[in-house]
């Protein structure tokens, strides 16, 4: 089966490629530059470094786990970048989930002021949404993502088959993701995910391809419209607001990205209703609903209980002080139409 392409046209056009069992390709793409590098985690390696076919690459092996989103990790990178003489016509293959793209793309950003890096995302969050899109970042004490660069990918393959090992902590974060990207896409999305959560959860490959792609694409038409956040892209951060405060309140790394924006999801129904912007009062209902089959929690209460963190109203607030999507909450008007409304504090 030959992979599937969507074209990313920003500033410097880039194409993404989904399919089965594809990711070698990756390498191929890379041969053409005058040396590349593979960065990977220990986990991904163990599993998948075989599919890659990296030959005699130089593959720089992080240990797995949001922690490697350092300044440390990013220096490690860095020389060894320098070492095996990469020049400004080289690339880095990340090949990994959305540390490894995060990392991967800071390092390729600096690197001599800036090389290719080429994406191969293996976990269903990175696919749907990291690797799109050139956010890359470390994270420093005082907030996630808060030191990094736009630097577009210059290519991404998509491998599904890569999902199949998956533990289903990182699946379900994946799925929060996916949930979020149909609310901003519109009915025909969020009524598919409604038709075929079972399928989904069983990790069925033909719906995986649809899924995925259906994320990608409508991440793509909103890159495209605004590459470095300064308008409409701010529609991706729905959920995020809530999301990112869960994440630092409750230690980050203890709950899964995907699993808090899909909580924020949910909180900012709830916030739309209250400030009158909630136009569709089924939305939340069915939100809910879907985050349910697809084995989400359904509220701050059920992960509160599920996760075993405090998660009190005090440091949430706290929490939404550090970060930089605090300031702007993103409401859902109905499926497709969000409006961004500064937080009252
Ligand atoms: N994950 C949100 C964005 O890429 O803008």
Redesign the pocket.
């Known amino acids: 089966m030959s992979a599937r392409t969507v074209q990313v046209r920003t500033a410097a056009p880039y194409e993404l490629r989904l399919g089965r069992g594809i990711v070698h390709e990756s390498m191929r793409a890379a041969r053409e530059y005058s040396a590349a590098a593979v960065l990977s985690d220990d986990h991904v390696w163990k599993l998948h470094g075989d599919k890659l076919q990296a030959g005699d690459a130089r593959v720089v092996i992080v240990p797995q786990g949001e922690r490697s989103k350092s300044f440390e990790q990013l220096e490690r990178v860095l020389d060894a970048l320098a070492e095996v003489r990469l020049d400004r016509r080289s690339c880095l293959v990340a090949f990994g989930g959305g540390v490894v793209g995060d990392l991967g793309g800071l390092a390729s950003a600096l690197f001599m002021r800036g090389i290719d890096v080429l994406q191969c995302p293996t976990t269903l969050l990175a696919q749907v949404?990291?690797s799109v899109?050139g956010?890359t970042a470390v994270n420093l004490r005082s907030g996630k993502n808060l030191a990094g660069a736009f630097h577009q990918p210059a290519g991404v393959w998509i491998d599904v088959d890569l999902l199949t090992t998956l533990d289903d902590q990182d699946y379900a974060s994946g799925l929060g993701e996916v949930v979020k990207s149909a609310v901003l896409a519109g009915e025909a999305d969020f009524a598919r995910l409604e038709q075929h959560a079972e399928a989904l959860l069983r990790r069925d490959p033909d719906l995986l391809l649809d899924v995925v792609e259906a994320c990608v694409r409508q991440?793509a038409a909103v890159?495209e419209s605004d590459e470095r956040?300064a308008g409409p892209?701010r529609a991706?951060?729905l959920g995020h607001t809530l999301g990112h405060a869960i994440e630092r309140a409750a230690g980050y790394g203890r709950i899964p990205h995907g699993v808090a924006v899909a909580v924020g999801m949910l909180h900012a129904c709830v916030r739309s209703a209250h400030e009158g912007v909630l136009q569709d009062r089924d939305l939340p209902a069915r939100i809910r609903r879907l985050c349910a089959r697809l084995g989400l929690p359904t509220g701050l209460d059920e992960l509160r209980t599920r996760s075993g963190a405090a998660l009190s109203e005090a440091e949430l607030a706290d929490a939404m002080q550090f970060d930089k999507k605090g300031a702007l909450w993103i409401l859902p008007v109905r499926l497709g139409e969000v409006r961004a409304v500064a937080s009252k504090g």
């Open positions: 949404d990291s899109g956010k991440k890159v956040e892209r991706l951060n």
